[in-house]
T-cell receptor
Framework: EPEVTQTPSHQVTQMGQEVILRCVPISNHLYFYWYRQILGQKVEFLVSFYNNEISEKSEIFDDQFSVERPDGSNFTLKIRSTKLEDSAMYFC?????????FGPGTRLTVL | DQQVKQNSPSLSVQEGRISILNCDYTNSMFDYFLWYKKYPAEGPTFLISISSIKDKNEDGRFTVFLNKSAKHLSLHIVPSQPGDSAVYFCAASAKSGGSNYKLTFGKGTLLTVNP
């Protein structure tokens, strides 16, 4: 069964460093998303991506964040200068237009 | 911003009995609702969805009921099995508002099914 994959599973970084989280969505899907879940809180929407451009972003998704689909298979989330409060689980999701399928997540720890 | 609320943080049921998980929403623009199950250290797994044009959708042991006038939905699991023990998230979207339809999640309910 096709699935969304994410790498790395755990990323530890120093405050102020750049991180890139990687996702491989399900191959025939058209819509791509990033969500995050801070420990003990809700899963929150960050950004959606369709047709090679951002279709919607939340207020969390400020200038420090960017997304890219550099080739036909990968979908990346870049955080330019990490802050302590960026520590969270980051989930990638994809869909063909119906339900969204989530990856296993990347745990980002900012020290 | 509590547009989707799951007021029960936890629920414990006996194996073989019915589990009923509840969810309320406030945004009348929501027209598509989903339930996800999540195990520790994994991503949310899609379970079942329902469009606002329906009031019930069934898939095996899982049934979702939607009461639009009350802005309430529920997930019924019958019979419950120990492997169903997980956190269950209710999510909603305003599909008619665009094709990207971001999901708004509730806080989740931890279901424990005791053997």
């Amino acid at each position: 069964e096709p699935e969304v994959t994410q790498t790395p599973s755990h990323q530890v970084t120093q405050m102020g460093q750049e991180v890139i989280l990687r996702c491989v969505p399900i191959s025939n899907h058209l819509y791509f998303y990033w969500y995050r879940q801070i420990l003990g809180q809700k899963v929150e929407f960050l950004v959606s991506f369709y047709n090679n451009e951002i279709s919607e972003k939340s207020e969390i998704f400020d200038d420090q964040f960017s997304v890219e689909r550099p080739d036909g298979s990968n979908f990346t989330l870049k955080i330019r200068s990490t802050k302590l409060e960026d520590s969270a689980m980051y989930f990638c999701a994809s869909s063909w237009g119906g339900e969204q399928f989530f990856g296993p997540g990347t745990r980002l720890t900012v020290l | 911003d509590q547009q989707v609320k799951q007021n029960s943080p936890s629920l414990s049921v006996q194996e073989g009995r019915i589990s009923i998980l509840n969810c309320d929403y406030t945004n009348s623009m929501f027209d598509y609702f989903l339930w996800y199950k999540k195990y520790p250290a994994e991503g949310p797994t899609f379970l079942i969805s329902i469009s606002s044009i329906k009031d019930k959708n069934e898939d095996g042991r899982f049934t979702v009921f939607l009461n639009k006038s009350a802005k309430h939905l529920s997930l019924h699991i019958v019979p419950s099995q120990p492997g169903d023990s997980a956190v269950y998230f209710c999510a909603a979207s305003a599909k008619s508002g665009g094709s990207n339809y971001k999901l708004t999640f509730g806080k989740g309910t931890l279901l424990t099914v005791n053997p």
